[in-house]
Every structure is written in C-alpha cells, then in structure tokens.
C-alpha cells in the first residue's frame, strides 16, 4: 500500500467524501409519504380547527335564513282532436314532439304555449292581487286576509310599480317544466310558507285554465261569427240555384226530348247539389261552433294537485355544513403544506425566501402609506 493511502482518501490534509452512483452531490433527497403525511398532523391545530370553524359559522348563518317551502303540481293540456296528420306523418311528429318542435296542430295548444302563460305578465298579476292567508303575521287560522303582493312585502313607489317588482319577484319563485315526450307541465312554487306555496301553485293553475277557457270561447265565438256569414251566404246562393231550376221546369216541360234541354238540366241540378252540400256543411259546423262558444269545461287535467310541503326546501343546512367541512378541510391542508414549505425556506436562507419577504414587505408599506386610519409610531 502507498504512502497517504488509506481507508479514506486524504488530499492535503482534508478528506474527500465519496457520493454513491446515480446521485449527484446537488440533488435533493426524495421525500417520503411518511413525511407528507407527518405535515398536517404537526399543523393538526389549523387542519381540524379551520374545518370545523367554518362549518360552524355555515350552520349559524343557515339558522338565521328563513326557511322556504316547495309546493309541486303538474298537469297536461287538452289535445286538439280536430287537426289530424296523417299516419304516414305519425312516426315524424312523434320524433319532432321528443326534440320540442311543434308539427302540425295549433302552436297554442302545445305544452310550452302553457308554460309560458304561467310566466304571462297578465297572469302573475292577477296572482298577486289575489287575497290569500297571510300566515306569517295573522295566523294559520285566518283566511283571505292579505293579497300576495303585500304578503312579499313589495312595495315601489306607485302601484304600477309595486306590481313591476312583484311580477319580477313571482318569477323567480316559480319554476315551470315541460316533458317533451309526455306533455306533462310540471309547476313548482316557493314560498315562505307551505300553505302559501300550495295556494299560489293552485290558483295559477286556476287562472290558467279559465285563460285558456276564455280564449277558447273567444276563438269559437269569432269563428261562429264568420261561419254565420258563410251560412247566410251559402243559403241565399242555394235559393237562387233552386229558383233557376224552377224556372227551368216552368219553361221546358218537355226538357227531356231535347238534348241540350238535358244537358242545361243537369247543369242547373249539380249547381243545386253542390250549394246543398255547402249548406249543410256550414250549418253543422255553425252548430258547433255555437256549443264551442258556451262551453266552459276544462282545458287542462291535474294529474298531481298542489299540496302543503311538510319539508322545507331550502336552505339545505347539512348540505352546506358538509359542504364548508369539505372546503374548510382543503384550505386547512393548502395551508398546513404552504406553511411547512415556507417554514423550509425560511431555514435554509433560500434565495426565494428572501424576495418573497422583500416583496411581502413593500406590499406592507404602500398599504400603511394607502391606509388613512393608520397609527403613528412613536418616535
């Protein structure tokens, strides 16, 4: 063995370490998930105590929100009988019900027409004005004491626009669903109260229908109107065609021998024939139309009438405690994980550390500067 060679290699009078291979002398050690997971239990204060913190303030501030209820009803319109497709179109109209396109039939009788009459300015005003149990401040007992706008407690600064707000406020409570491919209206009402919500969900349903009623009897009324000037213009033709073919036999009472006599015959008989079946046509459609006119039955079928909800709808307190245990939990870790980096830095006299606290400090001092309540120092 040479001279200055031993179990350690000695290079004027120091020694040198030797690194193992495949690491070089500037890298950094790994990090171990005993370490990761030793972060949040050292810092268990702020990952634990933040959670339950902040679920404890949701759950206090969700106290102090009123509670909301949701009465549901649903209904479907009354089909029209009368405007048929054919069957060859069937499978098409069914396809293009599904996507929410009207085909054939009238667009008013289609399922989104009805909801969006429910949100008719016309009809939510009417649902205001309609006196209703207030029983936030006269009891469940009493009934039709107070009208729904004041029940809001809207207020503006005429009534125009006391009932501006109040439409713009109904609206928001109710929800209106269409089923493409049942036609089924689903109504939704929130309010304060569950005997409220229920009233105000039967009474647009309601006033729905006798819209709808009144509509319908407008519609059959100017129609009877229009088929009654028809009919008198029908009848009056088939007078003047039978009158010709009176004066027709009066004069050729031998028609028969002559064939152009046969020929004018048949003529004035067809003309005869068709303002018969013309006449007869609008005299029954005159018939309906009058029973159209009078009729008040229903346009719409209830399938689930409006009822008292016995829970409330909102606010939704265990939701919102898991939901800021969850959020609390994950600041708490970002938090834990940035103050333990921060903490390593700090130590080691990082470089980035140091422009970190020159920056932080700066952002100090134009705050104090901005701040006009700030303390003076002593000097």
Same mark, same amino acid.
């Given at each position: ?13 120091? &020694? ?12 950094? =050690?790994?990090? /171990? ?6 972060? =949040? ?91 209703? /149990? ?7 007992? /009493? ?44 109504? /939704? ?118 009822? =008292? ?5 909102? =606010? ?19 938090? &834990? ?22 920056? &932080? ?19």
């Amino acid at each position: 063995m040479l001279k200055g060679y031993g179990p350690e290699p000695i290079f004027r009078g120091r &020694a040198v370490t030797t690194e193992p291979l495949g690491r070089a002398s500037g890298d950094e =050690p790994e990090t /171990s998930l005993i370490e990761i997971a030793s972060v =949040p239990i050292r810092r268990w204060r702020v990952v634990v105590g933040l959670p339950l913190a902040a679920a404890l303030m949701v759950g206090t501030a969700s106290l102090a929100v009123p509670p909301s209820f949701t009465a549901n009803t649903s209904f479907v319109p009354e089909a029209n009988t009368q405007a048929r497709l054919p069957s060859s179109l069937g499978g098409l109209a069914g396809l293009a019900g599904q996507l929410g396109v009207s085909f054939g039939g009238e667009p008013t009788q289609s399922p989104r027409f009805y909801g969006e009459v429910v949100r008719s300015r016309e009809l939510l005003e009417r649902v205001l004005l309609t006196r209703y /149990s207030d029983v936030g401040t006269t009891g469940a007992g /009493s009934a039709d004491s107070a009208t729904l706008l004041r029940i809001l407690r809207v207020r503006g600064r005429d009534r125009a626009d006391s009932l501006e707000r109040g439409v713009k406020r109904l609206v928001k409570l109710i929800s209106v669903r269409v089923d493409n491919q049942t036609n089924i209206v689903r109504l /939704s009402v929130e309010a304060r109260h569950p005997d409220l919500a229920a009233a105000v969900a039967g009474r647009i349903v309601e006033y729905l229908n006798e819209f709808n009623a009144k509509k319908r009897q407008s519609q059959a009324r100017e129609r009877r109107k229009f088929i009654e000037l028809r009919l008198t213009d029908a009848e009056q033709q088939l007078h003047d065609a039978e009158d010709q073919l009176k004066v027709f036999y009066q004069r050729n009472r031998s028609w028969q021998q002559a064939p152009e006599l046969v020929f004018e015959e048949g003529r004035l008989r067809r003309r005869v024939d068709i303002r018969q079946e013309v006449s007869l046509t609008l005299r029954r459609e005159y018939e309906t139309a009058r029973i159209e006119e009078v009729n008040d039955t229903p346009v719409i079928t209830v399938i689930d009438p409006p009822v =008292p909800p016995r829970e409330r709808s909102s =606010p939704k307190r265990l939701l919102l405690v898991v939901m800021a245990l969850f959020l609390g939990g994950v600041i708490g870790l970002v938090w &834990a994980f940035g103050a333990q980096h921060l903490e390593q830095m700090r130590r080691g006299n990082d470089s980035e550390y140091q422009e970190l606290r020159r920056v &932080a400090g700066a952002m100090r001092e134009d705050w104090a500067r901005l701040w006009p309540f700030r303390t003076r120092r002593n000097r």
